[in-house]
């Protein structure tokens, strides 16, 4: 059974530019939770989507975004990339939103903003 | 801010050392979660425990819970070289009602060969 699969693996940008992350969950999970994890801050909630709904949100700005898809998909954009941006993005998926259920991480997006 | 928090932030040990790596929270929880990064690549689930135990084990991994003074610990026995990565402790919040965990920023552990 395949994993959480993300892509690109690695993505280059500069700033002011738009950053499009792609997320695919384990097949049957509904929820997928996205992450910011960058150096010295450790992992940084972002979104949680469920049933292509966002149903939690961290503390990041707007410019911050994403979607769920009918397939259970997700995509993050980030839009106006700013340099402190950069940092490797996270996926994780889980059988449904309820606190007991174990997250299964893919192997990340890093993204860099030059 | 970071609901856990890992104590040490590194630990290099042998081959065959036992590690063990504390991780302490701040607000009720209902589940708290260690997961393993390798090499800054995704996260791997390693043990769930509930509020209401106190204990659990699976394999050399050894996991306590102690609600009162809010902390946990891992213990990993008699340790390999392939367990080197980045350990981090979970916990979701008791009064959301939702999944969303809150990562400590990870205890970094060597092990040498």
């Known amino acids: 059974e395949a994993g959480v699969t993300q892509s690109p693996t690695h993505l280059i940008k500069t700033r002011g530019q738009q950053a499009t992350l792609r997320c695919s969950p384990i097949?049957?999970?509904?929820?997928v939770y996205w992450y910011q994890q960058a150096l010295g801050l450790g992992l940084q909630f972002l979104l949680w989507?469920?049933?292509?709904?966002?149903?939690n949100r961290g503390n990041f700005p707007p410019r911050f975004s994403g979607r769920q898809f009918p397939n259970y998909s997700s995509e993050l954009n980030v839009n106006a990339l700013e340099l402190e941006d950069s940092a490797l993005y996270l996926c994780?998926?889980?059988?449904?939103?309820?606190?007991?259920?174990?997250?299964?991480f893919g192997a990340g997006t890093r993204l860099s903003v030059l | 801010s970071q609901q856990g928090e890992e104590d040490p932030q590194a630990l290099s040990i042998q081959e065959g050392e036992n590690a063990t790596m504390n991780c302490s929270y701040k607000?009720?929880?209902?589940?708290l979660q260690w997961y393993r990064q390798n090499s800054g690549r995704g996260l791997v689930h390693l043990i769930l425990i509930r509020s209401n135990e106190r204990e659990k084990h699976s394999g050399r991994l050894r996991v306590t819970l102690d609600t009162s003074k809010k902390s946990s610990s891992l213990l990993i026995t008699a340790s390999r070289a392939a367990d080197t990565a980045s350990y981090f402790c979970a916990t979701d919040a008791a009064s959301s009602g939702y999944s969303t965990l809150t990562f400590g920023k990870g205890t970094m552990l060597l092990v040498s060969p």
């Open positions: 097949s049957g999970h509904t929820s």
């Open positions: 989507y469920d049933e292509g709904e966002e149903r």
């Open positions: 994780a998926s889980s059988l449904g939103g309820q606190s007991q259920d174990i997250q299964y």
């Open positions: 607000t009720s929880i209902n589940n």
